[in-house]
């Protein structure tokens, strides 16, 4: 799960090993899911399901019970089974390495070995003499992530299933044109050609959870209404996560929690009102259209037009971005590349349309 990697990094980057996945294999552009961040696109890859099916609705969730914002890292709030699950009932020893600890906490349960920066750190790596990582603000850890991977596959080749999850971090740097972004993206074709030299049978799969758009302006929901005195409990934007320096926790969507129900038009009115807002979309739509679990949603989800970001400003409501600033969770970020290469019981091309569905097909024979 290539993270970040919208079809305009691919295109504009030198990558011939996808090149060849791309001509041979199977190779589309398809949706992922909304809102475009990571944990509800990883979890929906690593269930092959969707957010009303597993759960997973952002980074993080208002916790209806606690009355509080919580970020999603305890396993019991997802509700479907992994494909590490599913290996180890079927008696298959799997590999996470991941970039980040939250992945490993939600999905790491049945892994056979796990691996992720702050995990080496901590020493809660399933993995004795863990390779040492890179800081997760760094390209390389994503470089180490896939050569520890080929290390697994020389030692222990009874594992069968491994999964990695890299850092969007390079892509929140630089957009696709940018000389620095091309070199990861070329360093990281030839790590993916090096674990085919070493596994010449096994299937390779890629997908991403999202793309990535420049931003020129954020808005700070609560504080926005409050100002045309329509307020609201919270406004949980998705997107934020542990990782402030990717994103500053601002992202193309929000979920709104109203005081009350009867508030719902005028704070509808007030949201509508603003700059860079493409719709205002109530729980029952947003969960229909968005294959969104209800419960773990707001009264509205608003979604922002392509300049614009939500979340939680220092001291005011809005905010202008500098342009240098990268995100994603909106519409805009949610169609990414797709590829299934090499994989001898595979379906046809036309049963992947979602990127949650790149995996679908391997525990169901």
Known sequence: MMDGFGEKYYRDAAMPFLNQMEQKGIYKIVPSLMPAVTNVNNMSIATSSTPDQNGITGNVFFNEEKQQE????????????SLFEKA????????LLSVKQKTIDVLGKYADYTLCPECVAAHE???????VLSDVYTREVNYQLMNAADSLLKANPDVRLIYIHTTDYPMHMWPPENDSVKD???VMDHCIATLHETAPDAAILITADHGM?????AWDLEKAC??????????????KDR???HHKGLGGSAYVYLLKSSDAASVRKTLSGLNGIDAVLTKSEA???YHLMPGRIGDFMVLGDINTVFGQLNGHAYEQLPDNYRSHGSTYEAQVPLFVYNAKNAPEAGYFNWNYQLAAWLFTN
């Open 243 to 245: 990782y402030m320096k």
């Open 125 to 131: 790596n399933k993995w004795e003499n863990a390779p």
């Open 287 to 289: 969960a229909k259209k």
């Open 70 to 81: 919580e970020y999603i890292e305890d396993p019991s709030l997802l509700l479907m089974p």
């Open 213 to 217: 758009n420049h931003k020129s302006q």
């Open 88 to 95: 180890h009932n079927l008696g298959i020893k799997s590999a």
């Open 226 to 239: 409050a100002e045309k005195n329509t307020p609201v409990k919270i406004v949980i934007s998705p997107e």
């Open 184 to 186: 990861f993206l070329s």
